[in-house]
C-alpha cells in the first residue's frame, strides 16, 4: 500500500519507566506548609497511611516536623533520591524546582500549578512546552501541570490535595480510574468511600508530559487492575488511543471510556456536506469503537460499567434473565431489555419445573420471573428459582431489581446474590431501585466482589448491551490494496486543489468504485451529441471546478428526453450559475445518461485533526444533512466492516427490500465503501476530504452519481 506522509503517533511510555512515580515507595513535598488546608499540607495529611517515607521540602520548616513528617530546606539534603515528587509551588517556581528533582534523581513529579497553556497566552503555552522539553530531556515523566494528583489505592498512597482521601477506606483492586478533570476524577475516586474497590486514580491536568493514554496503560499494567473507568476531554494525538487500545488488549483488560465535550464544534466548515456530517463527537466514538474501547454515553454510568466488566467476566449466553419480588419492576426491566433488543428467552422446561414448584399460582413462572412478596415465606425460593435460571444454558446474566432499601435483611439479600452468582457461575446484577440511593444494600452491593450494581435500569440494560458487544468483537485482518491504488494516489495534486466531478469519479473508478458513465461538452451543441451517444434520457450537470454543490446554483437538470431539452437545459444552467456565482469558472457541462433507480446514499471520506482519514456512510442526496443517518469509521474498513456500517443505518430497511421494494445489493455497495475509504487511508495528509453524494444502490450494484475531491 502507498505510504502517505503522516508521522507515527508518539509512543505510549512504557509502564516500569513510570512505577516510582505512580506507585511511589517515598514520596516529597516541595512547598509544603503548617497548614493543613494548603496544597501542600494536606497532601502530606493524606500520606498519613503510606507506609513509605513522606519527606517535606521548605527551608522555613528545615529540621522541625509538619503534620507527623520531617521537613528539609531542599531536595538536595533527602537521605535518598525520591520516587514522587510533588511541587506544591506557584508557576513562577516549577521550573527550578523540576532541576532540583533532576539533580537529585527523582523518579519522577507532579505539578498542581496552574497558569500555563490552559490560559490560551502565547507566552504560557510557551512555557509550558519548554517545562515539558526539560523534563523529556532529563526521562523525568511529568503529571500535570494544572493537575490534582494521583492516588495508588493499594499503597495508600493519596498524592492529591483534595481533602479526607483518608476516608476512602475500601480494599483496594478491581477497577482502575483516569480522568482529565481532576475534580471528575476525584469525585469518581470518592466512590471508595461506600466500598467501591478501585485500585488507581490519576489525573492528568493539562497533560503537559504524560497524558490519559500514558497514564491509563500504566493501570491496565497493574495486577489488581481489571478494567479502567476513562474520562477523556481531549488529546493532542488522538491516535494515541488505538496504542492504548493495543496495550488493553495484550493486557486483556477492558477500558469503558466517557468522552467529556461532544459538541459538534470539532466539524469544521468543509467543502463537502461530509465536512458537516462527520462531527467530533462521532469521531470520537468511532475512535473509540476501533481501539477496542468500551464507551458510555453518561458520567453515571462510567463506574457502573467498569464494574460489571470487572466483577461479571465473559459473557456464557446472550440471554437475559430477570429474577424480582415485584411485578412492576419486573416488567420496567423488560421494558428496558426490550428497547436495547436484549434477548429474554422463556425459561426451559427444567427451570420451569423449579420455577412452578417455588412461586405461588398468582406469581409468574416464566420471564421475567416474578417471586410476589409471598417469597418472603419461603426464604428458600429466591435462590432455587435464581439457580434454576442460571443452569439454563439460555441465560448470561440474570438482574435482580432491588426495589426497598431500609430493611435489615436488604445486605443479607445482596450477600445472598454475591454466593448465587458464584454457585451458579453467572452474574447477577443488581437494579437499585429505591429513591434511598446510598441505602445499606447499595453499599454492600459496591463493596462485593462479585455483585455489579447500577442505580439506573436503562444504564443496566446498556450495560449488559456493552458487555456482549465487547466479547462479540472479532479480529479482522486489514482490507487488501486495490489494484490501482498506488496510481490513484499518485495523481493526487495537492496544495488544496478541488478536483472537479469527473476528475474525482476518475479517481474513484481507479481504486474500483464503480462510476456512473459520462461525457463532458463545452457547448449545447457538443451536450447534445453526447447525449445522443449515450442514449435518452440523460442529466446534464455543470462542469466548474469552483461550484462543490452544484444544485445550490441550478447546476442539475434531470431526465431529458432529446436533444431540445439538453440544449435548453445547457442554457439554463450557464446562466443560473453565472448568476450565482459570476466569478467561478465555467467549463461546459458533464452529459449522463439518467442512473438507474435505487436508493441514494451519500460516501464520505475526511482528514480529522485528531484520528487522521475516516470514513462516512449515510442516507444521501441532496437531504443528507437534513436527515443526518450516517455511520462513521476510522479509515481503512473491510468490506465486513463496511456493511456493519451500512446495517446500522436508521435507512437501512431501504436497501433491504423496505415494502416488497427490490433488495439492494450490499455486498457490492459495502465492496465499493471500502475501496473508498482505503483510498482515504492511503492518500493520507494529501487528502483532505472526498465525497460521493449520490451513490445510488440497487439490486444491480450501485453507482457513484456524482464525485467531489479536495486535496491537502
Not at 409468574?364 to 435464581?386: E, H, I, M
Request: net charge neutral.
Amino acid at each position: 500500500m502507498p505510504q502517505h506522509t503522516e508521522t507515527a503517533p508518539e509512543p505510549l511510555r512504557d509502564p516500569a519507566s513510570l512505577r516510582r512515580l505512580l506507585s511511589p515507595r517515598s514520596v516529597a513535598v516541595i512547598g509544603v506548609s503548617a497548614e493543613a488546608t494548603r496544597f501542600g499540607g494536606r497532601t502530606v495529611t493524606n500520606l498519613v497511611n503510606f507506609a513509605g517515607p513522606v519527606w517535606g521540602v521548605n527551608p522555613k520548616y528545615a529540621g522541625k516536623e509538619l503534620h507527623g513528617r520531617p521537613c528539609y530546606a531542599s531536595l538536595s539534603e533527602l537521605p535518598e533520591a525520591p520516587d514522587c515528587v510533588l511541587i506544591a509551588l506557584p508557576r513562577e517556581q516549577v521550573v527550578g524546582a523540576v532541576k532540583e528533582c533532576i539533580a537529585k534523581g527523582a523518579g519522577g513529579i507532579i505539578a498542581f500549578a496552574s497558569g500555563y497553556g490552559e490560559t490560551g497566552l502565547p507566552e504560557r503555552v510557551a512555557e509550558e512546552a519548554t517545562l515539558r522539553e526539560l523534563c523529556r530531556g532529563a526521562k523525568l515523566p511529568l503529571v500535570g501541570v494544572n493537575c490534582l494528583g494521583i492516588v495508588d489505592h493499594v499503597l495508600k498512597a493519596g498524592v492529591t490535595f483534595m481533602p479526607e482521601y483518608v476516608r476512602m477506606t475500601a480494599p483496594a483492586g478491581g477497577v482502575a480510574i483516569t480522568s482529565q478533570s481532576g475534580a471528575l476524577g476525584y469525585a469518581l475516586m470518592q466512590a471508595a468511600e461506600r466500598g467501591f474497590a478501585v485500585c488507581h486514580m490519576t489525573t492528568a491536568g493539562n497533560a503537559t508530559d504524560l497524558d490519559v493514554c500514558d497514564l491509563a496503560a500504566y493501570q491496565l499494567s497493574m495486577p489488581e487492575c481489571r478494567v479502567v473507568a476513562l474520562a477523556v476531554e481531549g488529546l493532542r494525538d488522538g491516535r494515541r488511543l488505538a496504542l492504548l487500545g493495543e496495550a488493553a488488549k495484550a493486557a486483556g483488560k477492558p477500558i469503558v471510556v466517557l468522552k467529556l465535550g461532544r459538541g459538534e464544534a470539532g466539524a469544521a466548515a468543509a467543502v463537502s456536506h461530509t465536512g458537516s456530517l462527520a462531527g467530533s463527537a462521532a469521531a470520537w466514538s468511532a475512535a473509540f469503537a476501533r481501539a477496542g474501547m468500551v464507551e458510555v454515553e453518561d458520567f453515571d454510568a462510567l463506574l457502573e460499567t467498569a464494574a460489571l466488566f470487572a466483577k461479571a467476566g465473559k459473557p456464557k449466553a446472550k440471554g437475559v434473565a430477570i429474577v424480582t419480588a415485584s411485578g412492576g419492576a419486573g416488567i420496567m426491566a423488560a421494558d428496558h431489555a426490550e428497547a436495547l433488543d436484549l434477548p429474554m428467552p422463556q425459561p426451559s422446561t427444567e427451570a420451569k419445573a423449579v420455577l412452578e414448584a417455588a412461586i405461588p399460582d398468582f406469581g409468574a413462572p416464566r420471564n421475567p420471573c416474578d417471586l410476589t412478596a409471598q417469597a418472603a415465606s419461603d426464604p428458600t425460593s429466591f435462590g432455587k428459582c435464581v439457580l434454576a435460571m442460571a443452569a439454563d444454558p439460555q441465560y448470561g446474566v440474570i438482574v435482580y431489581p432491588q426495589v426497598y432499601s431500609h430493611h435489615a435483611t436488604t445486605v443479607a439479600r445482596i450477600k445472598e446474590i454475591g454466593e448465587l452468582a458464584e454457585k451458579g457461575g453467572k452474574p447477577i446484577v443488581v437494579a437499585w431501585i429505591p429513591e434511598q440511593l446510598e441505602g445499606p444494600g447499595a453499599v454492600a452491593a459496591d463493596a462485593s466482589p462479585v455483585v455489579p450494581l447500577f442505580r439506573s435500569m436503562r444504564r443496566l440494560m446498556k450495560g449488559i448491551k456493552l458487555w456482549h458487544a465487547y466479547y462479540d468483537r472479532q479480529e479482522e485482518a486489514p482490507p487488501a490494496p486495490p489494484p490501482g491504488l498506488a496510481e490513484a494516489v499518485a495523481a493526487l495534486p495537492g496544495n488544496g486543489a478541488v478536483l472537479t466531478e469527473a476528475e474525482a469519479k476518475a479517481l474513484f473508478a481507479k481504486v474500483g468504485v464503480p462510476v456512473v458513465e459520462e461525457r463532458r461538452a463545452a457547448t449545447a451543441d457538443a451536450a447534445a451529441d453526447q447525449a445522443a451517444a449515450l442514449g435518452f434520457p440523460v442529466v446534464l450537470k455543470l462542469d466548474s471546478p469552483d461550484i462543490a454543490h452544484k444544485t445550490e446554483v441550478g447546476g442539475v437538470k434531470l431526465n431529458l428526453a432529446d436533444a431540445a431539452a439538453v440544449k435548453a437545459a445547457f442554457a439554463e444552467i450557464m446562466a443560473s450559475a453565472k448568476r450565482h456565482a459570476p466569478q467561478a469558472r465555467l467549463d461546459g457541462v458533464l452529459v449522463q445518461r439518467m442512473s438507474r433507480k435505487g436508493v441514494e446514499l451519500i460516501l464520505g471520506a475526511r482528514r480529522d485533526p485528531q484520528f487522521g482519514p475516516m470514513i462516512l456512510v449515510g442516507t444521501g442526496g441532496v437531504q443528507a444533512e437534513l436527515w443526518r443517518d450516517v455511520a462513521l469509521d476510522l479509515a481503512p474498513v473491510t468490506p465486513a466492516r463496511a456493511e456493519a456500517m451500512l446495517r446500522s443505518l436508521k435507512g437501512f430497511p431501504l436497501l433491504d427490500g423496505f415494502r416488497g421494494a427490490p433488495k439492494a445489493d450490499v455486498a457490492a455497495v459495502a465492496k465499493a465503501v471500502s475501496a473508498f475509504s482505503v483510498l482515504a487511508a492511503a492518500a493520507g495528509e494529501t487528502l483532505q476530504e472526498a465525497e460521493v453524494n449520490p451513490l445510488i444502490a440497487g439490486e444491480w450494484g450501485c453507482l457513484a452519481v456524482d464525485g467531489l475531491v479536495r486535496c491537502g
